[in-house]
């Protein structure tokens, strides 16, 4: 008896464990069925990503070579700008040349035009420009002794108005002004920067000023071509009042 009941409950145990295992293996199917698409999915994706991962990479690599062709556009073409600058610089100096030079041809025409409307030969214009060479030697040494002989005229006349009586007195031309070089007090006569050439006179009288105050008066006593001597007249001033620097100028 006992062993029919455990035969039973075995038999009891069995059926349950069938029933359990009919029940969950629909269960177990569908888990391993998700699991699998599961699988696939992430497989997918993961060959997805590699996917979008390798075009990334190529697609970073595109770019660094465009970037790379972009860098060597741009150094082309300040290379190509810098060229054309030189060329074009170039250019414009060359014009600047020519026109130069056709600006002398033009010249050189105009000038040979000249001598032709002369109607002289070549020799005959070098014949005259040395003739007209010869002609200004000859005024400028003829100014310079006709101005040698003013100023000894003006020399010669110091002299005779010199020799002339006291009472002559020259008229110094207007405007005359000049400066005391140098003083001599113990023989009374100074020195002034004036002389024949801006027509001072012997005898003739010029007052001494300081900063337009009156100092003295001088006669000239002796002229040379640049230079005077003068006696330091008497008066209310001092014989020493008349310093080196004074001016001395014709009385109005």
Same mark, same amino acid.
């Given at each position: 008896?006992?062993?029919?009941?455990?035969?039973?409950?075995?038999?009891?145990?069995?059926? &349950?464990?069938?029933?359990?295992?009919?029940?969950?293996?629909?269960?177990?199917?569908?888990?391993?069925?998700?699991? %699998?698409?599961?699988? *696939?999915?992430?497989?997918?994706?993961?060959?997805?990503? *590699? /996917?979008?991962?390798?075009?990334?990479?190529? $697609?970073?690599?595109?770019?660094?070579? =465009?970037?790379?062709?972009?860098? +060597?556009?741009?150094?082309?073409? %300040?290379?190509? =700008?810098?060229?054309?600058?030189? %060329?074009?610089?170039? &250019?414009? /100096? $060359?014009? %600047?040349?020519?026109?130069?030079?056709?600006?002398?041809?033009?010249?050189?025409?105009?000038?040979?035009?000249?001598?032709?409307?002369?109607?002289?030969?070549?020799?005959?214009? +070098?014949?005259?420009? *040395?003739?007209?060479?010869?002609? $200004?030697?000859?005024?400028?040494?003829?100014?310079?002794?006709?101005?040698? #002989?003013?100023?000894?005229?003006?020399?010669?006349?110091?002299?005779?108005?010199?020799?002339?009586?006291? =009472?002559?007195?020259?008229?110094?031309? &207007?405007?005359?002004?000049? =400066?005391?070089?140098?003083?001599?007090?113990?023989?009374?006569?100074?020195? #002034?920067?004036?002389?024949?050439?801006?027509? @001072?006179?012997?005898?003739?009288?010029?007052?001494?000023?300081?900063?337009?105050?009156?100092?003295?008066? @001088?006669?000239? &006593?002796?002229?040379?071509?640049?230079?005077?001597?003068?006696?330091?007249? /008497?008066? +209310?001033? +001092?014989?020493?009042?008349?310093?080196?620097?004074?001016?001395?100028?014709?009385?109005?």
């Amino acid at each position: 008896m006992v062993r029919i009941c455990l035969i039973v409950s075995l038999v009891l145990s069995i059926g &349950a464990i069938v029933v359990g295992i009919v029940k969950v293996k629909p269960r177990i199917i569908d888990t391993e069925t998700k699991l %699998a698409s599961t699988q *696939a999915s992430l497989a997918s994706e993961q060959a997805e990503k *590699a /996917k979008v991962q390798q075009e990334l990479t190529q $697609t970073k690599s595109t770019l660094d070579a =465009t970037k790379a062709d972009l860098d +060597k556009t741009k150094t082309d073409l %300040a290379a190509k =700008t810098q060229e054309a600058q030189a %060329a074009q610089d170039e &250019a414009a /100096k $060359t014009k %600047a040349e020519n026109d130069k030079v056709k600006a002398e041809i033009a010249q050189v025409k105009a000038q040979n035009k000249a001598f032709f409307d002369l109607g002289m030969t070549v020799e005959q214009i +070098k014949k005259t420009v *040395a003739d007209l060479k010869v002609r $200004t030697t000859e005024r400028d040494v003829f100014t310079k002794e006709n101005k040698v #002989l003013k100023d000894r005229i003006v020399v010669l006349e110091s002299d005779v108005i010199r020799l002339s009586p006291p =009472t002559v007195r020259p008229k110094l031309p &207007a405007g005359l002004t000049g =400066t005391v070089k140098s003083v001599d007090p113990k023989y009374d006569f100074v020195v #002034l920067d004036i002389g024949a050439q801006n027509g @001072v006179k012997a005898r003739g009288e010029m007052i001494v000023s300081r900063e337009g105050r009156l100092i003295g008066k @001088v006669e000239i &006593a002796d002229v040379e071509t640049a230079i005077s001597f003068a006696n330091i007249v /008497k008066g +209310k001033w +001092k014989k020493d009042d008349i310093q080196e620097g004074d001016t001395v100028q014709v009385e109005q």
